[in-house]
Structure formats: C-alpha cells, structure tokens
T-cell receptor
Framework: RKEVEQDPGPFNVPEGATVAFNCTYSNSASQSFFWYRQDCRKEPKLLMSVYSSGNEDGRFTAQLNRASQYISLLIRDSKLSDSATYLCVVNWGHFNKFYFGSGTKLNVKP | NAGVMQNPRHLVRRRGQEARLRCSPMKGHSHVYWYRQLPEEGLKFMVYLQKENIIDESGMPKERFSAEFPKEGPSILRIQQVVRGDSAAYFC?????????????FGSGTQLSVL
C-alpha cells in the first residue's frame, strides 16, 4: 500500500462549483498533514496545513479524520485560477520524512 | 528574504556525462530535501540532509547518485554517467528544523534533459 494515495482525477468542474478531494494515508502515527498546489511544470507551493480540528482559509477548507486516516480539501466557488494539481502531503515524524501523494488534477472550466 | 534557490533551471547533458544540481535553502533553514518528478507523475523522495550530514537517503538510487550539504555553500545533487531515464524535474525543498510541523518550501526546480 502506498504511503499516501489520491484519486488522480481529473476533476472537471464549472466556475463557481464546489469540489472536494480526499487523500488516504497508511501510517496511523503520522504527525502532520498539508495540501500543496502544483501548477504545470512548476514547484509545489503550500496551500494550507491541515489541523485535527479542521481549518478554513477563504474558499478552502481542510479536514483531518485520524480514525479513518484520510484528509480532505474542499474548494468553494471554484475559480479558473484554481486549475492545478493538488498534492496531499503527510509527515510521519520519524526522520521527518514527508510523503507526497501523486496529486489530484483539477480543471475549472468557464 | 530570498526563497529556495536552485540552479541551473535547465540542464542538458549527453548520456555518460555528469550532472550537478545546486540548491541554496532559505535563509535560516538547515534542512534540505531532494525530490524527483517524472512527467505526469508525483514527487518521489530522494534524500534528506542537514548541514554536513545525510539523514535519510532511502530514496536515492544505489549507483551514480550522491548528495551533499557542506558546512559552507549549497547542497549538491550529483548524478554520474547520466542515462535517458534520469531526465526529470529535480526539486529541492528546505525547512528550518526537524519538527514534524514544519512546512517545506520548494525551489523552482532543475529540469534535467539527457540526450
């Protein structure tokens, strides 16, 4: 089983739609969780950390479910500029190793 | 405060040559990670270094690849006798400490093309 698994998509949605991605992780002792965004052929950029209580940043909401070992990202009122690949990242803590999912591709259409 | 700096942005090598990729972490960051990304694939961990120490190199191929992060200067990822399969984007990331809650900050990457 991969350390971090994501649905590759693509998710094709119209502007203004709400879209959600899930990500599962294999290590129940994982300590920290993040969503990164990667635009085509560019470096990943931190979108948001994911906290146990859930957290929101504008149109973006992240949730963590430790019991089921998954994290989610909800994007409300999608914009064309949200089109990108969203990477789920989990840090096991041990040796401070960050594991990346393969990414979920989002295409927001006019 | 400059971000993570990688150079060169693009590197072209012929089969059998050596490739050297450089990464200067953000100011105040002493932890460096190297990742490789093949086209249409995710980031694969290669190596994690602190100043003068390799902490985890479990993702590094056993042959031809090496990495260092000297006391002075940038971190270097070195690929000897490159082959076509080494063509990929190589990203470096840094963090200020080994706390599990620290975030990674990425450089713009080096696109290696092997002819």
């Amino acid at each position: 089983r991969k350390e971090v698994e994501q649905d590759p998509g693509p998710f094709n949605v119209p502007e203004g739609a709400t879209v959600a991605f899930n990500c599962t992780y294999s290590n129940s002792a994982s300590q920290s969780f993040f969503w990164y965004r990667q635009d085509c052929r560019k470096e990943p950029k931190l979108l948001m950390s994911v906290y146990s209580s859930g957290n929101e940043d504008g149109r973006f909401t992240a949730q963590l479910n430790r019991a089921s070992q998954y994290i989610s990202l909800l994007i409300r009122d999608s914009k064309l500029s949200d089109s990108a690949t969203y990477l789920c990242v989990v840090n096991w803590g041990h040796f401070n190793k960050f594991y990346f999912g393969s990414g979920t591709k989002l295409n927001v259409k006019p | 405060n400059a971000g993570v700096m990688q150079n060169p942005r693009h590197l072209v090598r012929r089969r059998g040559q050596e490739a050297r990729l450089r990464c200067s972490p953000m100011k105040g960051h002493s932890h460096v990670y190297w990742y490789r990304q093949l086209p249409e694939e995710g980031l694969k961990f290669m190596v994690y270094l602190q100043k003068e120490n390799i902490i985890d190199e479990s993702g590094m191929p056993k042959e031809r690849f090496s990495a260092e992060f000297p006391k002075e200067g940038p971190s270097i990822l070195r690929i000897q006798q490159v082959v076509r399969g080494d063509s990929a984007a190589y990203f470096c990331a840094s963090s200020p400490s080994d706390s599990a809650n620290e975030k990674l900050f990425f450089g713009s990457g080096t696109q290696l093309s092997v002819l």
